[in-house]
């Protein structure tokens, strides 16, 4: 996985889109759920809602922070740590795709139900 990584730059199939809601399958977060936040593609990562939360001590002015102080922030996760959760049947499941009549479908793998699609169509 990794050599393909760096001999294709980006061409990882990530299936997840933002607003997907995911189970954490590893590391101390295990077994949560949450909503995807946000994803970088070229890291393989991605931040989930509530999850992962780590402190940052900031300094003022750094990070774009206005004021100086805690924050708690969402650190990002490898996107291979996550895995889809079907919102119609509840179950954690693969990503399947089905060629619809607009195109490519994302489905959920365990029940087949149209999977919400991301607003830009990627
Ligand atoms: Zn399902």
């Known amino acids: 996985m990794a050599s393909v990584l760096l001999q294709r730059p980006g061409a990882l199939k990530v299936k997840l889109i933002k607003g997907d809601t995911v189970v954490i399958r590893r590391g101390k977060e295990k077994g949560k759920r949450g909503t995807v936040k946000a994803i970088f593609l070229k890291e393989g990562l991605a931040t989930v809602d509530g999850l992962n939360v780590v402190k940052r001590h900031t300094k003022q002015g750094a990070g774009g922070a206005k004021s100086a102080g805690i924050y708690e922030k969402e650190a990002?996760?490898?996107?291979?740590?996550?895995?889809?959760?079907?919102?119609?049947c509840?179950?954690?499941?693969?990503?399947?795709?089905?060629?619809?009549?607009?195109?490519?479908?994302?489905?959920?793998?365990?029940?087949?139900e149209a999977a919400a699609?991301?607003?830009?169509g990627r």
């Open 76 to 88: 990002p996760l490898p996107i291979s740590a996550l895995q889809y959760v079907c919102v119609e």
């Open 90 to 112: 509840n179950r954690p499941s693969r990503i399947k795709y089905r060629q619809g009549p607009e195109g490519k479908q994302r489905v959920c793998g365990a029940c087949g």
């Open 117 to 120: 699609e991301s607003a830009k």
